[in-house]
C-alpha cells in the first residue's frame, strides 16, 4: 500500500509539472532593430542592357555593400539606414565591335530614413571608361533587411 501512496504521489507530481506552463515560451517584448550589426553582402549581376548608341552592350560585375539600420524610431515609425556601396563593372559589345575596354566603378555612403516595411530606391550613376557619350546608372532597391538591384540603364549625356 505504501508503494502505491508514493508511486501515485510521484506520478502526480510528474503530471502537475509536466502539464504545467513553460515559462519559457512565453514572449519578452517585441524585438526592435535598434543598433543592428552591418551587414555585408555581395549583389553579382549579368544583364543585358540597352544602350542608346550601341545598340545592347552586358553588364558584368559585382557591388559590395554594408548595410546597417543605425538609429530607429528617431522620425516617427522610421528608421535611420547607412549603405556603403563599392560597385565593379565590365561592359561588353554584344555586336562584337573592336573598342577599347569599358569599366565602371564608384563607391558612395549615403544615409536615409524608411519605415519598416517600406523600400528606398537609391539611383546612382556611374561614368563608362572610353565612354564620354553615355553613363551608367543603376538604380537600387534598399529596405531594412538588406538591399538588391530594381533596375539598369544607360542614359545619354547632354
Not at 573592336?98 to 564608384?106: D, F, P, Q, R, V
Request: with cysteine.
Amino acid at each position: 500500500m505504501y508503494k502505491i501512496f508514493i508511486n501515485l504521489l510521484v506520478l502526480t507530481t510528474i503530471l502537475v509539472v509536466g502539464c504545467g506552463e513553460n515559462s519559457l515560451n512565453v514572449p519578452v517584448g517585441t524585438l526592435e532593430k535598434n543598433g543592428n550589426t552591418p551587414t555585408r553582402e555581395i549583389l553579382n549581376f549579368n544583364l543585358v542592357i540597352n544602350d542608346p548608341i550601341a545598340g545592347s552592350s552586358e553588364l558584368v560585375g559585382t557591388a559590395y555593400y554594408t548595410h546597417e539600420v543605425a538609429n530607429s524610431n528617431l522620425q516617427g515609425n522610421q528608421f535611420l539606414v547607412s549603405v556603403s556601396i563599392d560597385m565593379n563593372s565590365e561592359l561588353n559589345d554584344m555586336l562584337g565591335m573592336m573598342h577599347l575596354e569599358w569599366n565602371s566603378s564608384g563607391q558612395s555612403n549615403e544615409s536615409f530614413y524608411i519605415n519598416e516595411e517600406g523600400i528606398y530606391l537609391l539611383q546612382k550613376a556611374y561614368s563608362i571608361t572610353n565612354r564620354d557619350d553615355v553613363m551608367l546608372i543603376i538604380q537600387y532597391l534598399v529596405t531594412t533587411e538588406g538591399m538588391g538591384i530594381s533596375n539598369v540603364w544607360m542614359q545619354l549625356l547632354d
